[in-house]
Nanobody
């Protein structure tokens, strides 16, 4: 059974860091791109970062460029999102999602066919 499980969320002060993990099972992670999305209360779900499967090329939303880093370890079937210099506006539920193919897009949620259950990230003093 195909499954994505996020972990690593929590409460952190502004300026702090968190590393989210997305553990995949039921499929070969190396064959598909993976995206990270987030949804804050009352807002639309938005793309944060994604990484292709063939060459591991990353893409980032402008709001997180220079602060977040996406990476993948296909041997562990896991994708990571390192989040540094966190801001209160980063507060959201973060989801990882499997692309239908090797490439990814931050603007098209319909490219993704499986989603994790989400992990809460709260940035507050």
């Amino acid at each position: 059974q195909l499954q994505l499980v996020e972990s690593g969320g929590g409460l952190v002060q502004p300026g702090g860091s968190l590393r989210l993990s997305c553990a995949a099972s039921g499929f070969t992670l190396g064959d598909y791109a993976i995206g990270w999305f987030r949804q804050a209360p009352g807002k639309e779900r938005e793309g944060v970062s994604c990484i292709t499967s063939r060459d591991g090329s990353p893409d980032y939303a402008d709001s997180v460029k220079g602060r977040f880093t996406i990476s993948r370890d296909n041997t562990k079937n896991t994708v990571y999102l390192q989040m540094n210099s966190l801001k209160p506006e980063d507060t959201a539920v973060y989801y990882c999602a499997k692309s239908r193919t090797y490439y990814c897009s931050l603007s098209s949620r319909f490219l993704y066919d499986y989603w994790g259950q989400g992990t809460q990230v709260t940035v507050s003093s």
